[in-house]
């Protein structure tokens, strides 16, 4: 009888060891993409709010269209506009760069942000 309490608590500190290592895990993530982000702020601006209004905003955005956008961009699949200049910075990041810079940006506050709350 006195196993199921053992086995409960087991599992509960299992369950926070693999939470610890995955929070550690994306803090980890997240500095590497700030440090990635020093190639995009000419464009996009130090925190992803554009300085020139023409270019996108990436604060806020979607982390999965920053992944998807990133990778097309990567393959050539995305034309126009900028692409030569995306597609010249994007070909140098791997999948799991790209994977870190789409959460950095998407946690980043958006220019609207307080305007929503």
């Known amino acids: 009888m006195k196993i199921i309490p053992l086995l409960a608590l087991l599992l509960s500190a299992s369950l926070y060891a693999n939470e610890e290592v995955s929070t550690s895990e994306q803090a980890q993530s997240l ?6 982000s020093q190639q995009c702020l000419g464009c996009h601006g130090e925190f992803g709010i554009a ?3 023409t270019n996108p905003n990436l604060a ?3 982390a999965e269209y920053l992944e998807y956008a990133l990778k097309a961009y990567r393959g050539g699949e995305r034309k126009g506009g900028m692409a030569f200049i995306m597609r010249a910075n994007a070909s140098a990041l791997s999948d799991q760069d790209i994977k ?6 998407s946690s980043q506050a958006g220019r609207n942000a307080s305007s929503h709350q």
């Open 60 to 62: 806020g955005q979607n």
């Open 31 to 36: 500095a590497r993409a700030k440090q990635l």
């Open 51 to 53: 300085p020139i209004t």
């Open 100 to 105: 870190d810079l789409a959460l950095y940006f």
